[in-house]
């Protein structure tokens, strides 16, 4: 079993940047595809962004592409997610999600969740 923290969230100004930290429990962490959620007040969880066991693949929903960037650190238990040129649209709660497989976008296929952290833009 994984158990995830997240930290990093806040308040930021549009434009502005934020990296958002998952830190796991236990051994097998690096056994664990991971990923990025985020849900704002009334919708939908979302996906954001997964990487695989290793870190070497890695992909995003169209919404971040370019502006987000996932990686992870084995040998910390962490997996990050830089977040530039902020928008207000970003507004919302970011999750991270463990998963023994690879390839998920959507949040029902994750097994492992953390707590969430805030993270809101200003215009």
């Known amino acids: 079993q994984v158990q995830l923290v997240e930290s990093g969230g806040g308040l930021v100004q549009a434009g502005g940047s934020l990296r958002l930290s998952c830190a796991a429990s236990?051994?097998?962490?690096?056994?664990?595809?991971m990923g990025w959620f985020r849900q704002a007040p009334g919708k939908e969880r979302e996906f954001v962004a997964a990487?695989?066991?290793?870190?070497?693949?890695?992909y995003y929903a169209d919404s971040v592409k370019g502006r987000f960037s996932i990686s992870r650190d084995n040998a910390k238990n962490t997996v990050y997610l830089q977040m530039n040129s902020l928008k207000p649209e970003d507004t919302a709660v970011y999750y991270c999600?463990?998963?023994?497989?690879?390839?998920?976008?959507?949040?029902?296929?994750?097994?492992?969740w953390g707590q969430g952290t805030q993270v809101t833009v200003s215009s």
């Open positions: 999600a463990g998963d023994p497989s690879y390839g998920h976008t959507r949040w029902y296929e994750y097994d492992y």
């Open positions: 236990g051994r097998t962490f690096s056994r664990y595809a």
């Open positions: 990487i695989d066991w290793s870190g070497s693949s890695r």
